[in-house]
């Protein structure tokens, strides 16, 4: 190898590497360059020379990068075919590049000297100890030349604990050698980074006020830095003694830096990660050093110096750290008193509280969030709550809570001192909204933490904040409703503050009442308050809200004065026909609307809590209600249904089967009249007729204003509401002894349970046949030819609302739209809005009529084909969003609340068609998102924009979810282990991914109903196909949960039958087809390899086609295979344990398991493996041991796992 050739190559490379980073180079140009350099770096013989020369200082930065690049290469992919002495050459000439290679450590640019130090690490990974053990000595060495030198040397250091500890880079025999090395040297190392670190800060210290010295204090102060970052990759898992040794002399050095503006951050850092060790208690307690006078003046001084000089971002991050700091010794101090390690309360608890106290007030809305967590760990804490400098700190941070309930701080406003802060933490005033909700409920959770240790203070402030909201004058701020004139909008000065301090009453009232005996109960305080509240009258939609959320959190005081309840019955129907201005035509604000439902709601809830109390006034409360009703226009449909719906719960305290029934009948009297009308009849079994009724064919010329046929759809909506309300909530007694006195029992089972009957019974059964003659005809609106029927505004009436769209596609709703406009803007919105209630609701009462009227609605005549002929019509034009609905509010409690006696004739003849269609409809759905993504490459235009794309697949995850749910819900017992996630919400909580190992429940057994779908052929074909394919559908969430609860419990079932060849190599190919596409997902990954174990262990023995697509996985190893079988069929042979044998199985299909997009082309690095560093000991291990290794080093193999 020549000086030319080495010179002349060089040269090539230079000029490519310049192409490379022009900005104005050609893509050609660039690409020849890119390749070019990589074929030099895989294929030349002269790699290393030619590294070396470009890496001189006198080339440019980017070129050295380029030289130190390759020398990484070749060390990554070459050194193990390199000869010993070219490693030597390369080791030496990297090291010589360290000792006098770079520019100054102020000049040097941070990206050569991150490959530099890459390059060394590289070349540890596989050669110390055993190799190199002088490596620890060379480093010292270096970096007694200088502080360039020294700061490579802590890159170094750092970059091997992070690839060996912290993201375990390398092969596991590897790993172990290097870190037990670190270990047995770590005294060296620990003590080698404290004296760089001290060293460096003395001279930073001493220079860094001489101007001359500038650059010199400069320098020191960057290996500070450095040093400072090395350590805290070292804290995380060193042993405890390093961290608290020479009475904590790391932990006061670092205390001492907080006060060094270019080390605080360091130094927070490193303390912060020392602060949040785990581990043995007996090992932590040093820590409570923390707690001292000196440090505690440290922590206090620095927090005070930061906040001092305002807002500049170095020092808010240094706050934000320090704030963490705080927080992480609050749950140190929470986990050590009152343990075993007999640590008392520190001396300084109160300064600890009075500075943390001061986070929770500082402006930033993020550090007060981020000390509630510990105030929560305070307040709940056995021995710490009881201590009085804590009790003392209840009313300081009720105090401050009552500021921080405030909603300010919205990024794109000046209104309040958080505002600054929040352009810092949050993108947009939604992204702070939405921190800003979950703040406020964990504010929550925690005051009433410290309400139940101090439960009369809250209230007495929660009455002050009340009475002096209730007597100040209204101020709407700068920006005007769109409700109305002189009213609030959401960011009015006056409505915030309402807001907050309705929150803030609602949780201390309720945390009162559960803490307080009955007899300490402040009753007059409260009653007072109630009278005021109730005598303040509102124009404002957004207050009146805020009022009736009082009103209900101090109804619980007239279970005291039962004389009160008049008064507040009397405030919450003034409220339910609440408008701006009387007789309004224009369309109701959603501000307006929530105020009528909220008084509703308030209705409901004080009659299903406190019925007993509401009784006796039942009577009036009912001539309220019928009054009401009486005007058909002055309540929405909801509305009315809502008071009804308070008035049967009620009625359920009548405990009188007879009576109820009556005044039921006479509540749905006119519902029924209506209901059952020829017209109606004619209406709702007529697809064409129900068009028209509802107004859905009409051409109309203004969609805002002209609505001809809302009277009739609001009709149709009442007897709807009504119906689901009766079915809701009309019950029998809950005692067994009322229920039987009530007339309410009409026989018992052979088991000795009571059969039941409701006094909504007849009425609803008379009902049935119309509802499920209106669902049939629903369905069949989304025919194509009804479709065509549909007038113009009004063609895409049966299309999703907006909203439903933006929640499932998790777009955030713009805040002030909320409230301030129409509820539905044009008519189509309310067409929509009236399908879409409508279809669910129909649904709903189908799902409630099980529990509520049990035995009476199973054996009803018929009752499964009845189904068939209305809900399950016409399924393949009903889209995805419709069906969605119906399988979760109807189907699923139906299957739940079905005794086992109905099984056969009720559910079996419904749910078997129902899977074989589901089967069908998914498989076909997904065909076509694969066949997309296949598509996409090749950029097809066409009329679906992406925005749509993106919903049909999000839909058909999300239904996908429901599908595996309900067979799940309809096959699978859950003992145990699995009930935990069963009820995880089928909503895109895509967050729970994934634990990972995950051990399917091997208690999950099928159900009576599950077994008795599994006899029907044709079902049981479909629920096996759909569980296997749907492994290899992209949605991980459905595949974990299938596999993990569905798929074994139903072959299992099978098992036992003759399953054909074929039909046993799809199930187990589908399992590793499943691999292919969610291997990269660690749970998913862990619960399909147990399946494909399970199934290839179960049926290898009788199935030798299972080993044919075994000898198909890509990269398996023939001999391995052979093993494993031959253990598995000769059970003589199966010694290894569950676990082992797993592992080995896994071993073998690692071809088919999927890769993340970013590790399927990287290339491999293979690094070997040293000689062991510890002699494999002979089974006379404690003899043998000892006598061998004079030095006892040999004892860490005792204790080798």
Not at 25 to 50: D, G, H, M
Not at 244 to 257: F, G, H, P, S
Not at 942 to 962: A, F, V
Not at 1130 to 1136: D, F, I, R, V
């Amino acid at each position: 190898m020549s000086t030319e050739q080495v010179s002349s190559l060089c040269e090539q490379l230079v000029k490519a590497v310049t192409v490379i980073m022009d900005p104005a180079s050609t893509q050609r140009y660039r690409l020849e360059a890119l390749k070019f350099c990589e074929e030099f770096k895989e294929k030349c013989p002269i790699c290393v020379p030619c590294g070396l020369k470009l890496a001189e200082k006198t080339q440019t930065a980017i070129v050295r990068h380029f030289g130190l690049q390759i020398l990484e290469h070749v060390v990554k992919f070459r050194w193990n075919g390199m000869p010993r002495l070219e490693k030597v050459y390369l080791k030496n000439n990297v090291m010589g590049l360290i000792s006098n290679g770079t520019q100054n450590i102020l000049e040097e640019e941070s990206h050569i000297k991150d490959v530099l130090s890459r390059i060394v690490v590289e070349m540890i990974k596989r050669e110390w100890p055993q190799h190199w053990p002088d490596m620890l000595k060379e480093l010292d060495t270096l970096s007694k030349q200088g502080e360039t030198q020294t700061e490579l040397v802590m890159f170094i250091l750092l970059r091997l604990a992070e690839d060996v500890v912290t993201f375990q880079t390398l092969p596991t025999q590897r790993r172990r050698d290097i870190q037990q090395t670190l270990t047995q040297n770590m005294e060296k190392i620990f003590s080698f980074l404290l004296t760089t670190l001290q060293q460096n800060v003395n001279k930073y210290r001493r220079m860094k006020t001489d101007l001359a010295q500038e650059p010199k204090a400069q320098a020191n102060c960057r290996v500070g830095v450095a040093a400072l970052n090395t350590l805290a990759g070292y804290i995380d898992w060193v042993a405890m003694s390093h961290i608290t040794a020479d009475n904590c002399k790391l932990l006061e050095m670092l205390c001492l830096l907080l006060n060094e503006p270019e080390l605080q951050v360091g130094a927070a850092e490193c303390l912060l990660i020392a602060v949040s060790r785990k581990g043995k208690l007996e090992d932590r307690k040093p820590l409570m050093v923390l707690f001292g006078d000196v440090a505690m003046h440290y922590i206090l001084s620095a927090a005070q110096t930061a906040d001092g000089e305002g807002l500049v971002e170095k020092h808010y991050v240094f706050l934000k750290r320090l704030c963490q700091v705080l927080c992480a010794l609050g749950s140190q101090l929470c986990a050590l008193v009152g343990s075993d390690s007999d640590v008392d309360t520190p001396a300084n608890l109160g300064k600890y509280l009075d500075s943390f106290l001061a986070f929770t007030t500082h402006p930033s809305q993020f550090l007060r969030s981020s000390t509630q967590i510990t105030w929560g760990a305070l307040f709940r804490h056995e021995i710490l709550s009881r201590d009085p400098l804590l009790l003392a700190m209840i009313p300081k941070y009720l105090r401050a809570s009552m500021t921080n309930l405030v909603k300010v701080g919205f990024p794109s406003k000046t209104d309040s001192p958080s505002c600054e802060y929040s352009r810092f933490d949050f993108d947009s005033d939604e992204d702070f909204n939405t921190f800003f909700n979950s703040f406020r409920a964990q504010q929550g959770e925690v005051m009433r933490m410290a309400c139940r240790l101090d439960p009369r203070t809250g209230f007495q402030m929660a009455g002050e904040w009340l009475r002096y909201q209730l007597a100040a004058p209204v101020d709407i701020g700068a920006m005007n409703s769109k409700t109305g004139e002189g009213l609030c909008s959401i960011f009015s000065p006056s409505f915030v503050q309402w807001d907050a301090m309705t929150f803030f009453s609602e949780s201390v009232i309720s945390q009162m009442f559960r803490t307080l005996d009955k007899e300490e109960i402040p009753v007059n305080d409260g009653i007072e308050l109630l009278q005021l509240v109730l005598n303040f009258e509102t124009k404002d939609p957004l207050i009146l809200s805020c009022v009736l959320t009082n009103v209900s959190a101090l109804f619980p005081f007239v279970t005291y004065r039962p004389d009160y309840l008049p008064q507040v019955l009397s405030k919450l129907f003034s409220s339910v026909t609440f408008e701006v201005i009387e007789e309004s035509k224009a369309p109701r604000t959603r501000a307006v609307k929530n105020v009528r439902r909220h008084a509703c709601s308030s209705i409901i809830k004080m009659c299903r809590d406190y019925p007993q109390l509401v009784l006796p006034n039942f009577e009036m409360l009912y001539n309220h209600v019928k009054q009401l009703l009486s005007n058909e226009l002055l309540l929405t449909q909801m509305e009315k249904c809502a008071l009804m719906e308070a008035l049967v719960l009620i009625s359920n305290q009548f405990k009188d089967y007879q009576r109820q029934k009556v005044f039921l009948e006479e509540l749905m009297s006119p519902v029924a009249n209506l209901w059952l009308s020829e017209e109606m009849q004619r209406v709702l079994s007529d697809p064409e007729a129900f068009i028209s009724y509802v107004g859905a064919d009409n051409k109309i010329t203004d969609p805002v204003l002209e609505d001809p046929s809302g009277l009739n759809r609001s009709r149709i909506s009442f007897c709807v509401y009504t119906i689901l309300g009766v079915v809701k909530r009309a019950r029998w007694p809950t005692t067994l002894e009322e229920a039987k006195a009530g007339g309410f029992v009409i026989g018992y089972m052979p088991s000795g349970n009571p059969i039941y009957r409701n006094p909504c019974t007849e009425q609803v059964l008379k009902l049935l046949d119309n509802l499920l003659a209106l669902i049939r005809t629903h369905n069949n609106l989304y025919m194509p030819e009804m479709a065509a029927k549909l007038g113009e505004p009004f063609v895409k009436a049966l299309d999703m609302l907006e909203v439903e769209k933006n929640a499932i596609l998790g777009l955030p709703q713009p805040l002030l739209e909320l409230y301030d406009s129409p509820v539905y803007k044009t008519i189509l919105e309310r067409m929509q809005g009236f399908f879409c209630t409508l279809y669910d609701n129909c649904f709903h009462i189908l799902g409630n009529a099980g529990p509520s009227m049990q035995q009476d609605f199973y054996t009803v005549e018929g009752l499964a084909t009845q189904f068939l002929n209305s809900a399950f019509i016409n399924l393949n034009n009903i889209p995805d969003y419709r069906l969605r609905p119906m399988l979760r509010v109807f189907v699923k409690p139906l299957v739940l609340s079905c005794p086992s006696e109905h099984y056969e004739t009720l559910l079996c003849p419904m749910l078997g068609p129902l899977f074989t269609y589901l089967h069908v409809r998914l498989s076909q759905k997904w065909q076509v998102i694969s066949q997309r993504s296949l598509l996409c490459e090749e950029d097809t235009a066409d009329d679906n924009p992406e925005s749509q794309e993106m919903l049909e697949e999000q839909l058909i995850r999300l239904l996908t979810r429901e599908v595996m749910d309900l067979i799940t819900v309809c096959c699978v017992s859950k003992k145990g282990a699995a009930e935990h996630n069963s009820s995880a919400a089928a909503d895109g909580d895509d967050d729970e991914m994934m634990s990972t190992e995950v051990t399917p429940p091997s208690s999950a057994e099928l159900t009576e109903l599950g077994k008795c779908l599994m006899k029907q052929e044709d079902v049981c074909t479909a629920l096996l196909i759909t569980a296997y394919r749907s492994l290899c559908w992209k949605d991980t969430l459905s595949c974990q949960r299938t596999t993990t609860q569905l798929c074994w419990p139903l072959l299992k079932q099978v098992l036992t039958g003759n399953l054909l060849p074929d039909a046993v190599t799809w199930f187990f190919t589908s399992v590793l087809k499943g691999l292919q596409t969610h291997g990269q997902h660690d749970g998913c990954m862990a619960a399909l390899v147990h399946l494909a174990f399970q199934i290839y262990e179960a049926l290898r023995p009788r199935y030798a086609e299972l080993k044919a697509v075994m000898e198909q996985v890509p990269e398996i190893q023939k001999d391995a295979l052979e093993q494993f079988d031959c253990k598995l069929l000769n059970p003589s042979l199966l010694k290894a344990a569950d676990k082992r044998r797993k592992d080995n199985f896994k071993r073998l299909i690692a071809g088919c398991i999927g890769k993340p997009l970013g590790e399927q082309f990287r290339k491999e690095v293979h690094i070997r493996n040293l000689p062991s560093l510890f002699k494999k000991v002979k089974p006379s291990l404690e003899t043998d041991v000892l006598e061998n290794n004079e030095a006892g080093e040999g004892l860490t193999a005792l204790f080798e796992p």
